[in-house]
């Protein structure tokens, strides 16, 4: 069974513009979360779709938003890009999301402000 | 609010020790906890996955234990070798309103293995 696949892996841009990740989960996944990494702030939680609904979203400005498509995939996009945005995001799949649920991890794409 | 805290921040052994790390959280409402492990640059391996209503789980070197009335979890590596260099991050999960869950992160662990 495949893993959670995100595209692209790496990304550089410069401030101001916007950006688009992409998220495959699990075949049979539907629950999709984003996480934002970085050295200072670690591992942040940004928000989380199920059945194409945003369920729950982190203490993120409104720059950053997502969604999720019939087939699971999900896409976040990043606007007005500062340089604070430099990062690693990770995306998560589970079957529905709910309580007893276990997460796994893609291997995220780092993004580069300059 | 949650909080996830790890220590140490760093731990350097020799190969062949057996060691601990330990975690703990704030709040005890919690679904499950999971151990990660992290290398540089990339994404999180699921190591260990321990419900609630368990006490510990074990595979191959690895044993994770939790106190869920105390907020500590720990994470034993038995025999450690050079290849359990990495970044250790223990998570919790955790309710966050309008049937959504959560995992609430640790800082993490860098474990480094001296051969």
């Known amino acids: 069974k495949a893993g959670v696949t995100q595209t692209p892996r790496y990304l550089i841009k410069t401030r101001g513009q916007q950006v688009t990740l992409s998220c495959s989960p699990i075949s049979g996944h539907r629950s999709v979360s984003w996480y934002q990494q970085t050295p200072g702030q670690g591992l942040q939680f940004l928000f989380e779709y199920f059945s194409e609904t945003q369920r729950n979203k982190g203490n993120f400005p409104g720059r950053f938003s997502g969604r999720q498509f019939s087939n699971s995939r999900s896409e976040m996009n990043v606007s007005t890009l500062e340089l604070g945005d430099s990062a690693l995001y990770l995306c998560a799949s589970s079957t529905t999301g709910d309580d007893y649920n276990e997460q796994f991890f893609g291997p995220g794409t780092r993004l580069t402000v300059l | 609010k949650q909080e996830v805290t790890q220590i140490p921040a760093a731990l350097s052994v020799p190969e062949g020790e057996n060691l601990v790390l330990n975690c703990s959280f704030t709040d005890s409402a919690i679904y499950n906890l999971q151990w990660f492990r992290q290398d540089p640059g990339k994404g999180l391996t699921s190591l260990l996955l321990?419900?609630?209503?368990?006490r510990e789980q074990t595979s191959g070197r690895l044993n994770a234990s939790l106190d869920k009335s105390s907020g500590r979890s720990t994470l034993y590596i038995a025999a450690s070798q050079p290849g359990d260099s990495a970044t250790y991050l223990c998570a919790v999960r955790v309710y966050s309103g309008a049937g959504s869950y959560q995992l609430t992160f640790g800082k993490g662990t860098k474990l480094s293995v001296i051969p």
């Open positions: 321990i419900q609630s209503s368990q």
